[in-house]
């Protein structure tokens, strides 16, 4: 079985090509490498490929035979979808548009894609289940509820089959260490503190103390990559094995709040070091935690590590890259 990952050089789509090739499947990584990196595709055949290049898409659609397509390739930043929103909506849109020509085009009809919490927006309950409302506050999370209406369309008048994957905070790194989360600029909080913990940065600023939270940070539902790979085989057995199309969020259930997150780096690393309480940054709800129980329900998905073996993991990985070890 041959399976197409976009985005295969990415943080979540590098690892999903490892699980791939473990269980057996041949992969085809098609990515710009604007920010994936080349070090990270360790498995199957790489194209350098902007999925805004329609023609090439569609050529290699019909040149190879593809089973199933993973599309993780999209642009992530939340702070730079609000400057740059045309970037975001091209990329994010746009692409998975020719992407999806491209594949109705060679009679591929299978696609799992890479969705986030994001459509969801200021939580109105929480835990959030599927069928909370979706008002996404920028248009990083506008570009992803965009796409969802197309797979949602496009199933409907051409077949497709789809899975759509809203994930929650992906943390961690590969256990083997093989491949783990390389962003430039960093932005996130594991990655920073650990950053902070090595002393590449001077401190972790933590962004709000004054939540309606028990201890004013914000909260959020943090799953390890290694599980939200596994998500993605599970998906894709899924679509093989019915003949219809579905949503799923992929999160543990359990939050932390920023300094609980914070404290376990320091537990786990044995390392102190400095924590700069700064104001809050905008667009950030104060609580995002999933309800997952219908992956676990219909796709048999459950996530089996914790925080711990998030940070043990990504401190591993983290300092490496960081040419640590
Ligand atoms: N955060 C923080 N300091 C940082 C990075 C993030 O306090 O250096 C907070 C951020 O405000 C949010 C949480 O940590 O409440 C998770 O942020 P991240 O960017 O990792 O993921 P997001 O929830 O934005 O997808």
């Known amino acids: 079985m041959i399976i197409l990952i976009t985005g295969g050089a990415g943080y979540i789509g590098s690892q999903v090509n490892k699980e791939l090739n473990k269980l057996g499947y041949k992969t085809i990584v098609v990515d710009n490498l604007i920010n994936g990196h080349i070090e990270l595709v360790k498995w199957g055949t790489f194209i350098n490929l902007d999925l805004m290049e329609k023609k090439e898409l569609i050529e290699l659609f019909k040149a190879k035979k593809i089973d199933a397509v993973m599309h993780f390739a ?49 939580p109105v309950y929480t835990p959030m289940d599927e069928d909370h409302p979706k008002e996404p506050i920028n248009p990083y999370g506008r570009s992803k509820l965009a796409v969802e209406h197309i797979l949602e369309d496009f199933s409907r008048a051409y077949g497709l089959k789809y899975v759509s994957l809203r994930y929650f905070n992906v943390a961690g790194a590969d256990f083997e260490g093989e491949v783990g989360e390389w962003h430039e600029p960093e932005t996130h909080l594991i990655p920073n503190i650990l950053d902070a913990a090595i002393g590449v940065k001077p401190y972790v600023e933590v962004f709000g103390t004054d939540y309606e939270t028990e201890d004013g940070t914000c909260i959020r539902d943090y799953i390890h990559v290694v599980d939200l790979a596994k998500a993605h085989i599970d998906a894709l057995e899924y679509l093989f094995e019915h003949e219809s199309s579905d949503v799923f969020n992929l999160g543990t259930g359990k939050g932390c709040s920023v300094m609980e997150v914070i404290e376990a780096v320091k537990r786990i690393t044995g390392k102190d070091f400095k924590v700069k309480l700064s104001d809050r940054r905008p667009g950030d709800p104060p609580i995002l935690v999933a309800k997952a129980e219908k992956a676990k329900q219909i796709l048999g998905w459950a996530p089996k590590h914790g925080l711990d073996e998030i940070i043990e993991t990504a401190w591993r990985w983290h300092r490496r890259l960081r040419g640590l070890c």
């Open 74 to 122: 999209a642009f992530a930043y939340v702070g730079e979808s609000v400057l740059e929103p045309k970037k975001y909506y091209l990329n994010n849109v746009v692409g998975t548009l020719n992407l999806l020509e491209a594949m109705l085009s060679a009679g591929v009809d299978k696609i799992i894609f890479s969705s986030t919490c994001a459509i969801y927006g200021n």
